[in-house]
């Protein structure tokens, strides 16, 4: 298996001839606005634009997972960090089949997606491939979750390859803890960069909830969120120092935009 690391949280399982997608960001630098304003810096987002083998990758693309993309249908609440328009156009274009969690799924298919499976909690489901778990995901501390995308992570089971389970975003929780518990993955994925709005508290896991994260996982941690969009404070930089002080580092990678991971089981 090789991971390959674009930008932020959209990245490109690669396992035999199948290469996944998940979360497709593709815009253009700046090409979306602020996700805060007053709290941190108000810049264009994203930020860093896509690394030069994104275009090579995404030519070999067979499959996407998005794991949450808007609410109650709503323009202003989708997360165009994880599925912007030029990411809707690329999956339209492609007729890429699609895994989602089944609040996603009428939106999606309003967007001419071609949606192959739609998730529940917790309840297996079978792929060509594989299979996959999805398990909730909580976008937020306090009240402000509620106002966010209908989140899903997703334990993935893929033939011959080791086990991975994609946190999306989340503070951590009990069904986080469960996931961890009870799947024993092999590889978990966090999404780690702090985001915040202008009102409300952490909408991701803080620096101390990361910690918990890769203590409590029982394989190799994947931190990823990070520097690529205004609202996300905790840098690549920082979360090493954190890591490093706590020890974790070495049980934890930080891929740059662009950089692959090879992964071998056991």
Not at 35 to 56: G, S, T
Not at 102 to 127: F, G, S
Not at 163 to 189: C, H, N, Q, W
Not at 217 to 228: E, F, K, Q, S, Y
């Amino acid at each position: 298996m090789k991971i390959h690391h674009l930008r932020n949280a959209t990245f490109v399982i690669e396992s035999g001839e199948h290469f996944i997608l998940i979360d497709p960001m593709l815009s253009n630098t700046g090409g979306l606005p602020p996700f805060a304003f007053f709290r941190h810096k108000p810049l264009r987002n994203p930020i860093v634009p896509l690394p030069e083998n994104a275009l090579d990758l995404l030519d070999k693309i067979s499959l996407c997972f998005i794991t949450h993309s808007q609410k109650w249908g709503i323009q202003a609440l989708t997360h165009t960090d994880h599925l912007d328009l030029p990411g809707i156009v690329f999956l339209r274009k492609n007729k890429i089949p699609v895994v989602c969690h089944h609040k996603d799924a009428p939106y999606l298919r309003k967007h001419q997606i071609r949606v192959a499976a739609a998730t529940e909690y917790w309840q297996p489901l079978d792929l060509s491939m594989g299979r996959v778990v999805a398990v909730p995901a909580k976008h937020g501390h306090g009240w402000y979750h509620n106002l966010m995308a209908n989140g899903s992570g997703f334990y993935l089971e893929l033939e011959k390859e080791p086990s991975m389970y994609i946190s999306s975003d989340t503070v951590f929780t009990r069904e986080v803890a469960r996931a961890l518990d009870e799947f024993k993955p092999d590889i978990s994925v966090v999404a780690a960069g702090g985001a915040s709005m202008d009102i409300g508290g952490p909408i991701l896991m803080t620096l101390d909830e990361i910690v918990s994260f890769v203590q409590k996982a029982p394989g190799r941690v994947i931190a990823n969120h990070m520097d690529a969009l205004n609202h996300c404070p905790i840098t690549r930089s920082k979360l090493i120092r954190c890591l490093t002080q706590k020890k974790l580092l070495k049980k934890t990678w930080i891929p740059g935009d662009g950089e692959t991971i090879q992964v071998i089981e056991g």
